[in-house]
């Protein structure tokens, strides 16, 4: 089957480093997606990633090992801005995401 | 610029009735999506095309279709509302073939009573 697993609530203050994981067990894998989610708004796209490593943009970075199926979404500089939710996603079938629930961040002054 | 829109943006509906969601996109994309999200559930995919009459259930296709008879629609039909329904509704597009990004439209909340 499929799963992918993700911390439900985390919380950060303005300034600081986040790091949310994201494990998952599924078939067919071909790259791992983070999506960013205002309240209200359409999911918007972050990174993708298929090779092992670490993929830097800015202030967001994203990891993934393969072998451990795990991944994490690394934001550094925090900004009131980046309270959202983040959503990891696997692509599997060539062209079909799977999305876990999403982890909400709140980020405070 | 290209855009991928939806409407109506809000929607209440009585049980029964039948519902028509609407999605139109620009990107002039071969594949597009239809995803449900619930709390507690995340984005759940319905029904996706990749082309001009082609249409694929998903995970949760029950009580939904759709058809795609051109490269810039696909709209959703509930047949017959459920109250099980009540959802916000995500539209989605990407190019065809490869780890190619979804872009995702402003969402549909669907009410049913």
């Known amino acids: 089957g499929q799963n992918i697993d993700q911390p439900t609530e985390m919380t950060a203050t303005e300034g600081a480093i986040v790091q949310i994981n994201c494990t998952y067990q599924?078939?067919?894998?071909?790259?791992l997606f983070w999506y960013q989610q205002h309240a209200g708004e359409a999911p918007t796209f972050l990174s993708y990633?298929?090779?092992?490593g670490l993929e830097e943009k800015g202030r967001f970075s994203s990891f993934l090992s393969r072998s451990k199926g795990y991944s994490y979404l690394l934001l550094k500089e925090l900004q009131m801005k980046d309270s959202a939710s983040y959503l990891c996603a696997v692509l599997y079938n060539t062209d079909k995401l799977i999305f876990g629930t999403g982890t909400r961040l709140q980020v405070f002054p | 610029d290209a855009e991928i829109t939806q409407s109506p943006r809000h929607k209440i509906t009585e049980t029964g009735r039948q519902v028509t969601l609407a999605c139109h996109q620009t990107?002039?994309?071969?594949?597009m999506f239809w995803y449900r999200q619930d709390l507690g559930h995340g984005l759940r995919l319905i029904h996706y095309?990749?082309?001009?009459?082609?249409?694929n259930k998903g995970e949760v296709s029950d009580g939904y279709s759709v058809s795609r008879s051109n490269t810039e629609d696909l709209p959703l039909t509930l047949e017959s509302a459920a109250s099980s329904q009540t959802s916000v509704y995500f539209c989605a597009s990407s190019e065809g073939q490869g780890p190619n990004e979804q872009f995702f439209g402003p969402g549909t909340r669907l009410t049913v009573l």
């Open positions: 095309s990749y082309g001009v009459q082609d249409t």
């Open positions: 990107w002039n994309h071969n594949n």
């Open positions: 990633n298929v090779l092992d």
């Open positions: 599924t078939s067919g894998f071909n790259g």
